[in-house]
């Protein structure tokens, strides 16, 4: 049985043109439509312990007293208080998915262009470094891996663990390298020595995003039908390797909403499906 991490403190109202506070929502309610037999499960708050691990302490403090602007660039106590659930949500499953061999989802984004003592770039905490230094207090020696499939760089996350040289996070974001229509083929066929590169983790924090959609007003370089492949490849190979996976929805900017929730609907039927052959 495939489960989510979701609660209604993770959804906030939209911020300008992102949908992403208000995504987790719409797209659970999708999930539910056509995957009745889908368990929820809440999410634990992250606490501001787990956010210091991953951001300077100032940081924290600033943000969540609304000193600070958070990721979208607004002080808006309504998507201030949904932080310690998303980042949460993403924590939780990953718990989960280590401790049932599973793969767990998070239906939550806004994580990878947060650094050391910044946000930007519609993200305010990485919950991706939250959850992988959370997971390795939990459990000293701890290997993590973060795979982004997220459209754009990742260059939130690089920043943190350059920040923190001792953390054993093994990162690897797409939009570094993979960008443009005709590298569609190309991007595929290197999943496998992405995942290759994850072999020895013993959890994988993945993030589905839907902005490298062709549609996409901010992606744009797989087509939906290379987007499944995408997942399959990811969910399948990592079962083969028997590594754990919790994953997220990252980005998607489409209009209407729906057309983004397809693809995240379609990114967890993969899942389901992987998780019955594997």
Known sequence: MIEHVYDTRMV???????????????VVAAWKKAFPDIVSIPPDAATREDFERAHDPDYVRDVLAGALPNGFGTINPELTVTLPFTSGAML??????????????????????????????LCTFNGLMVAALALQADQPGLRV??????YHYGDGTD?????LQSCDVTHISAGLSWTRRAQAAAFLDHIAEDLQQMKLCDVVL?????DPHVDDPLGGF??????????????????????PVAWNLAGGYQHPLANVVELHVNTM??????????
């Open 12 to 26: 906030a109202p939209t911020q300008g043109y992102s949908p992403s506070a208000a995504k987790p929502a719409a």
């Open 92 to 121: 939780t499953a990953a718990r989960r998915a280590m401790a049932t061999r599973r793969p767990v989802a998070a239906p939550c984004s806004g994580f990878h262009h947060a650094g050391w003592a910044q946000g930007g770039g």
């Open 206 to 210: 993945y993030q589905a995003g839907a």
């Open 145 to 150: 891996g973060v795979l982004d499939y997220d």
């Open 159 to 163: 920043d943190i663990i350059r920040r």
């Open 269 to 278: 039927r993969v899942c389901i499906a992987s998780s019955l052959v594997g």
């Open 222 to 243: 797989l087509t939906t039908s290379e987007m499944t492949l995408r997942d399959r490849y990811v969910f399948e190979g990592l079962a083969a390797r028997r590594i």
